[in-house]
Every structure is written in structure tokens, then in C-alpha cells.
């Protein structure tokens, strides 16, 4: 028996319902904090724009949207994620975020990159920091990679651990000539500090 491809919505609802495990009243503030954050920061690999249309998919849906996290009943989450997805309506236009991850293939074009600063932290907690996965390196079993496109447009990659004997992630640009300005572009958008991430010589 063929199994149903799972809807292009499941990821998004599950990793909403995933933070949402612990919260026990969908009142006004947690409507508010979701579409910000939705709007602001994005989840997964998704755009606003993305985001808001599989909501809105999976609100017409006839699927049940409690299939993996059922703390809260079907008609509460319905109700949280149709005021959620108008609150998003609300905060039109939508800023373009300060950083988004791009797809693992993007590596390829890192190539020639060198580091440009380096955050003295191991990836997993500039992970949790940035709201984004990184991914295990092909053929390179102990590091790990999160690749970003900042607000500028820039493409950097944020690579832990990079140097021997320790686990600090090394952040690693294409432009090595830009070092400074792409370098105070990612502390903008990640709203990292000067003292988090050193510079590093060419």
C-alpha cells in the first residue's frame, strides 16, 4: 500500500506545536510573539511569505494538525494558528529578515573561502542562538555547517568546529577583500557582539 506524502504544511505545524508543548494558555501575547518571530526571524529554511501560505494550507486543510503533538486540542491549535496567520496579516509589510539559512549545496561555493572571524562557542549553542540547524559536512564527519544569506545579500558560512584542538566556529566568507563589512554584517543581523566573535587575519 502506497503511503500519502506527508503535506508540504506538516514541518512548519509540527515545529510550531514543538515550541508550543510547554505553553498552556494561546492567549494575545503568544499570538503576538509567534507572528513576530514568524515574521522576523523565520523558521526552518521558509520565507514570511511561505510561512504564512502553508498556514493557511494547513488551516484548509481536513488533516488533523495535532497528529504529532496533541497537548492542546485540534480546535484550540486551529483557533492559535488562524490568529496567528492574521496577526502576520497585520504586520504587512513584512521586513525582509536579517539572515536566512540556505540549502547544504550552497557549500559548493565556499571553496576558496577563508575565515573571516571566529565565535568561541561550539556550533550547537550558535545553533540555539540563531534558530537555525546546522548540517553534518559531506565526507567530513566532525564538522558541521549552517549556511546564511544576510539582509545585505551576502552569503557566509558558519563552519564548527575549524581549527584543531578546539571546538570554535569559524565564519567563513567568499570575498576575503570585504572581510570587515561582511563581518559587521553578520554581528547586525545576528546580533552578535564584537567580544562573541574575533576577527581573523587574512
Not at 505545524?13 to 514543538?18: D, I, K, P
Request: net charge negative; glycine share 6%; hydrophobic share 45%.
Amino acid at each position: 500500500m502506497t503511503q500519502k506524502p506527508r503535506p508540504a504544511w506538516r514541518g512548519l505545524v509540527n515545529a510550531l506545536l514543538y515550541d508550543m508543548q510547554f505553553v498552556r494558555v494561546f492567549d494575545d501575547k503568544v499570538v503576538r510573539e509567534c507572528a513576530e518571530h514568524l515574521v522576523g526571524r523565520t523558521l526552518l529554511e521558509l520565507t514570511p511569505e511561505q510561512e504564512h501560505a502553508l498556514l493557511v494550507e494547513a488551516l484548509g486543510s481536513d488533516g488533523r494538525l495535532t497528529e504529532v503533538f496533541s497537548e492542546h486540542s485540534e480546535e484550540a491549535v486551529r483557533d492559535f494558528l488562524g490568529r496567528v496567520v492574521a496577526r502576520m496579516e497585520e504586520l504587512r509589510p513584512w521586513p525582509t529578515p536579517p539572515y536566512r539559512a540556505l540549502p547544504l549545496e550552497r557549500w559548493a561555493d565556499f571553496a576558496d573561502a577563508r575565515p573571516i572571524g571566529r565565535i568561541g562557542t561550539w556550533y550547537v549553542k550558535v545553533q540555539s542562538r540563531l534558530q537555525k540547524v546546522f548540517q553534518e559536512l559531506p565526507d567530513e564527519h566532525d564538522r558541521s555547517v549552517l549556511i546564511l544569506q544576510l539582509r545585505t545579500g551576502e552569503p557566509i558560512a558558519l563552519v564548527g568546529p575549524w581549527w584543531p584542538d578546539s571546538d570554535d566556529v569559524a565564519v567563513l566568507a567568499r570575498d576575503g577583500d570585504r572581510a570587515v563589512e561582511t563581518l559587521a554584517a553578520f554581528l547586525d543581523a545576528t546580533g552578535f557582539t564584537a567580544d562573541e566573535v574575533a576577527p581573523v587575519a587574512a
